[in-house]
């Protein structure tokens, strides 16, 4: 299906195989927009229940982070309004645990989606060595 790229199709063979799950759950980590990533696990035949499931799991952790951050953080007016270190050292400490937060949950899930590409391509390359013919 994917004939006219090597990386797309790695990543087409990686879902499709016994770690597509843990793929499907960190790219919905990653800053990859989700319609390029709807279009690319389209291509797959992930089962629609497995393809939900590691959804889910892959962007419960920003929601989880999004409903704390936003229940959680004050408002620049409220800040302003007690005029108080301890409260802008607060936010200020708020706003830079989120941010730290984030871009290592970023980072992990790009750093395991290149494993699973890395892999994915040895063991393509694999029978080309030892002589046999890659499967189609």
Avoid: W
């Avoid at 843990?22 to 035949?45: H, Y």
């Avoid at 790009?110 to 890659?134: H, I």
Wanted: contains cysteine; glycine residues 8%; neutral net charge.
């Amino acid at each position: 299906r994917v004939r006219g790229s090597e990386r797309l199709s790695a990543v087409v063979r990686v879902v499709q195989r016994a770690g597509g799950l843990k793929v499907v759950a960190l790219a919905r980590l990653t800053p990859i927009p989700f319609g390029l990533q709807n279009a690319v696990f389209s291509m797959t035949e992930l089962p629609l229940p497995s393809y939900l499931l590691a959804s889910s799991a892959g962007l419960l952790p920003t929601q989880l982070l999004n409903s704390y951050l936003g229940t959680t953080l004050r408002t620049m007016e409220d800040v302003i309004a007690e005029q108080t270190v301890s409260g802008y050292v607060v936010f200020c400490l708020q706003v830079v645990i989120s941010i730290g937060l984030m871009v290592y949950v970023v980072h992990r899930a790009q750093v395991e989606l290149k494993a699973a590409l890395v892999t994915c391509e040895v063991e393509l390359e694999a029978p080309l060595v030892s002589g046999g013919q890659p499967d189609s």
